[in-house]
């Protein structure tokens, strides 16, 4: 028995063993089946950035302090240095730009930023394009002129060989008699009051090449047979002679908006040693001190064209050219000034513009990327408004920078940026979004959607000024910006705003693109084109290059990114997909255009050799471009193309290469569908959307600006075992409802507010969390008709007195004081809980000027923007009797009317000083006023009312 006991013992020990690890087992499997929705970490750089002009650079160590402190608190985390134009009073307090007293300042700035985990980057010029006294003539901006003269055999000629440049002198504000401008520009005393944009001095042009053609078709250069003083020492031979001599021309746009020493020359952007020297001066200031915590220098756009001409040469381009287009352009300078053929005009003008694009690359981005690795840092650059193929130039730098809000210009920064895996791209954020003093924090939120919807995941504010403390309200200003600094009255609520950008950017950060499409950019078709001007500019806020297709593309809800031919050249396909270094993607789509290089064509069908489709939209591309070995390289490529042949297949031209195929047709919606494309259909309900990939699985940015409210079910290209819907404004997340189509495509119920954006993750398991709440219409509604007591806490010019009021409205209405009056008010009031069965209830503020922080019994509910003033409120939180308290928060613009008015001097900068947005609002001074304006509604104008609310029965 006792054997027997045993073993039965033995037995029941092992089989309790085996539960106990088989129960293991079962959590084990079973934990790892289960996903943990959480928001993602963030740091400095998930949160918003703002650019932070030092006016004159009249910064001192303890204000810094200050700013930087109250600038951390409320949620940003990162400043970029842009010293500009200074203040007038205080110029015994300027630091002159890049000196050692400037130099110990910035430093002092790093030590701080690092004290305050504050990021850095730096302007490398006060104001812009990159220049600055320190630049030299000739290491300037350059153009090219050129006189025409003829000769017939044994004549000599008459005139001299010279090109006298006409005088020009453009400033900012005012009229300036260039007889009192001396040259050297440097060597001005009075640059800050000068504010010159443009220069130039009537003077002598150096003379590049005196190239002569006679009618058979015969070239000779003659530029050594030209004196000193200009005389041809050259007799004509047989035949009609013409002659072309090229002049450097100095093209003299000066930095825009820059602040004492950083006036001056604007570099040429086409020269390595211009580029090299100007930024040596930061070499030379800086040895002394620890620059290692910065971490990019600034480029605050190309815009050395937005004066009289261009900038369109350099001292080296003939050499330049030889080397990189195979032939000398001496040889062709009829056709390069537009009097030869129409092919050979085309042809010539795109290989110089061609070679004008990659200077701006090679001898200027390159270059201060690989200078800015040196000092331990990155470059961040504004590429958009270039004479280059700006995809290649953004690409080149470390964090690409957009601004505006045209689409089309906004994907081409971040295009280039998810090709090459680049992990922030950047925008130069709220930039002149509406006069001065109009823009709300609904407004500033559009404008941000806007960007993140497009790819962009680092927001930069245009911008925080610089601000003594003692400087009396509202502080030092810049003229082209929404106000981002604590004197502006939405200071505290934009708080929230930074917050919502802080979690919508923890995603977007640690994500890659999930984009169809890689839309090729046929930028040769312009270059062969004559145009306005020898260059044109790339990134406008219109881009007429692919507008049409890109703009059915977006509205249609495909994703794309462009693609330039360099960037092909560095594409794989592997498993049907297109392998870029940052991305993977489904097709190149080549639009409707006329030229592409033999290299594009054949890495294009190299591509689909090895797998991958390639959708051309109506027909090939039907020439190469440019001019060196036109015939053979015509002949390759007609080789190339003719290896296609298309047959219909299901309405659709196709031809199978290799191991995949090229599509070919009129509708670019029919190409797709026949290759499994397929739009996200959120678009064309006015939504913004943003697909990426991460770690858990597709993950979307929903924003909705269509005005209209949406509360349906939506198709989504993507698929998972459960999704998630985050609330970045709210931090609230729950369960989406889900119907499952197949493993690439759902339908999910979305309800979405005007104004609202969600966040979609895809969870390759099942979580614990529970459903996010989809709400039927609101019932029962109470309207809190009460009396209000109105406080006014903080603002100016005066604090009213606290009234009671039964009726709302805008307080502007009550007084002459608070028609003035720009802050906070307090409006409090009680209600008892509504006599209706609720789930929730919906507190609506009804129409609020411009901001509201909503309190419940004591509990902060939070911050509302608008442009809906709604939040749901769970019916626990409700008691018998409460208090309703409403902090509202206006603009600037009533206290500055009156300022205006009363002619308060807050407008005392130099250079343009304090410019309006809209003619309507210059005064007299050629400066902003409001003083004609009417004060703008302010306060909470109502009605308030509550709503009772259950959760939808989804069918």
């Not at 106000?483 to 950017?505: G, M, S």
């Not at 090895?610 to 015509?634: F, M, S, Y």
Request: net charge negative; charged share 25%; hydrophobic share 35%.
């Amino acid at each position: 028995m006792k054997s027997t006991k045993r073993i039965h013992t033995m037995y029941n020990f092992k089989t309790l063993v085996s539960c106990f690890v088989l129960i293991c087992l079962i959590a084990c499997n079973a934990e790892q089946s289960i996903s943990e929705p959480k928001w993602p970490e963030t740091t400095n750089e998930t949160k918003p950035w703002t650019r932070w002009w030092w006016h004159g650079s009249a910064v001192n160590d303890s204000d810094l302090t200050a700013n930087m402190e109250e600038i951390q608190a409320n949620g940003i985390g990162g400043l970029e240095i842009t010293p500009i134009y200074g203040v007038k009073g205080y110029e015994d307090e300027s630091l002159v730009f890049q000196s050692d007293e400037w130099m110990k300042a910035f430093e002092h700035t790093l030590k701080e930023a690092q004290r305050l985990d504050l990021g850095i980057d730096l302007a490398n010029a006060s104001g812009w394009p990159f220049g600055g006294q320190w630049v030299p003539a000739d290491e300037a901006c350059k153009n090219v002129q050129f006189k025409q003269y003829s000769l017939k055999e044994g004549q000599r000629l008459k005139e001299k060989i010279e090109y006298i440049q006409e005088p020009l002198i453009r400033a900012v504000g005012h009229r300036v008699d260039i007889n009192d401008v001396k040259f050297p520009i440097s060597t001005n005393k009075n640059l800050q009051e000068l504010a010159l944009d443009q220069i130039r001095f009537e003077k002598p042009l150096p003379l590049q090449t005196l190239m002569a053609y006679n009618d058979a078709g015969k070239t000779i250069e003659l530029t050594d047979k030209v004196s000193e003083d200009g005389t041809l020492n050259w007799e004509a031979p047989a035949g009609t002679w013409k002659l072309y001599a090229v002049f450097e021309g100095w093209h003299g746009k000066m930095v825009e908006r820059a602040g004492q020493g950083g006036e001056g020359n604007v570099i040429d952007h086409f020269s390595e040693e211009a580029t090299l020297n100007f930024l040596k001066d930061f070499d030379d200031q800086s040895t002394d001190i620890d620059i290692s915590s910065l971490r990019a220098f600034f480029n605050d756009s190309y815009e050395v064209d937005d004066a009289r001409g261009e900038s369109n040469w350099t001292s080296l381009f003939f050499e330049e050219f030889q080397n990189r287009r195979g032939y000398d352009l001496k040889e062709n300078l009829p056709a390069l000034f537009g009097n030869d053929s129409e092919e050979m005009n085309s042809r010539v003008l795109c290989d110089y513009r061609e070679t004008i694009s990659d200077l701006l690359l090679d001898r200027f981005t390159i270059v201060w990327a690989d200078w800015a690795k040196k000092h331990g840092a990155g470059i961040r650059n504004q590429a958009h408004g270039s004479p280059a193929n700006i995809l290649d130039l953004y690409e080149a730098s470390d964090i690409p920078e957009t601004e505006g809000t045209s689409p089309m210009r906004i994907k081409m920064a971040t295009s280039a940026g998810h090709v090459s895996g680049k992990p922030l791209i950047a925008c130069e954020a709220a930039t002149w979004l509406d006069e001065h003093y109009l823009s709300n924090l609904s407004k500033v939120k559009e404008n941000l959607d806007r960007y993140l919807s497009h790819g962009v995941n680092h927001i930069v504010y245009h911008g925080t000024p610089y601000s003594p403390q003692t400087e009396e309200w509202p502080g030092w200003q810049f003229y082209a910006a929404v106000h981002f600094a604590p004197t502006n009255t939405w200071w505290t609520d934009l708080k929230t705003v930074n917050e919502y950008i802080t979690r919508c950017q923890s995603f977007m950060q640690k994500s890659a693109p999930a984009n169809d499409i890689l839309l090729y950019f046929p930028i040769y078709d312009t270059w062969s084109e004559k145009g306005r001007s020898m260059l044109p500019h790339f990134g406008k806020p219109v881009e007429p290059l692919t507008k049409e297709l890109s703009e059915m593309l977006l509205a249609k809800g495909y994703s794309f990114d462009y693609i330039s031919d360099k960037q092909i050249q560095k594409l794989e396909t592997e498993n049907q997909l297109i392998k870029s270094p940052g991305a993977n993607y489904k097709t190149i789509l080549i639009p409707a255009c006329e030229y592409m290089p033999v290299a594009t064509m054949e890495k294009i069908l190299d591509l689909a050799a090895a797998g991958a489709n390639i959708v051309v939209q109506e027909h090939l591309p039907v020439d190469v471009p440019g001019l060196a070995d036109l015939k053979k390289r015509q002949e390759n490529y007609e080789q190339l193309v003719s290896s296609l042949e298309f047959e219909m297949n299901d309405g659709v031209l196709e031809s199978d290469h290799g191991n995949g195929k090229v599509l070919k047709g009129k509708h670019v919606e029919e190409l797709m569908s026949a290759i499994n494309i397929y739009p996200e259909s959120m678009a064309e309900l006015g939504l913004w959307v943003n697909r990426v990939n991460r770690e858990e699985g597709t993950c979307y940015f929903i924003s909705n600006w269509s005005g209209q409210p949406i509360d349906q079910w939506v198709t989504v290209q993507s698929s998972g075992q459960t999704a998630v819907w985050f609330d970045p404004m709210h931090e609230k997340m729950g369960t989406a409802a889900v119907q499952k189509t197949n493993d690439a495509q759902s339908k999910v119920y979305l309800q979405l507010q005007p104004g609202e954006s969600l966040i979609l993750q895809w969870y390759p398991s099942a979580v614990e969390l529970e459903e996010y709440p989809i709400w039927d219409a609101p019932a029962q509604q109470t309207v809190l008709d009460g009396d209000w007591t109105i406080t006014f806490e903080k603002g100016g010019p005066s604090l009213p007195e606290a009234y009671t009021a039964s009726q709302l409205g805008s307080w502007t209405e009550k007084s002459e004081e608070l028609a003035k009056f720009s802050g906070t008010a307090s409006y409090k009031t009680s209600f008892a809980k509504p006599d209706a069965e609720a789930e929730a209830f919906l507190l609506d503020l009804g129409e609020v000027h411009e901001s509201a922080v909503v309190y419940l019994n004591g509990d902060s509910l939070g911050t509302l923007v608008g442009p809906e003033f709604q939040l749901e409120i769970d019916s626990s939180l409700i008691k018998d009797n409460n208090e309703l308290e409403l902090k509202v928060t206006n603009l600037m613009a009533n206290r500055m009317i009156d300022m205006d008015k009363r002619g308060v001097n807050y407008k005392k900068f130099y250079n343009i000083n304090f410019a309006a947005h809209s003619r309507e609002n210059v005064g007299k001074d050629g400066l902003f006023t409001a003083a004609h304006w009417s004060p703008l509604p302010s306060g909470l104008v109502g009605p308030v009312s509550l709503s009772a609310i259950q959760t939808k029965k989804l069918k």
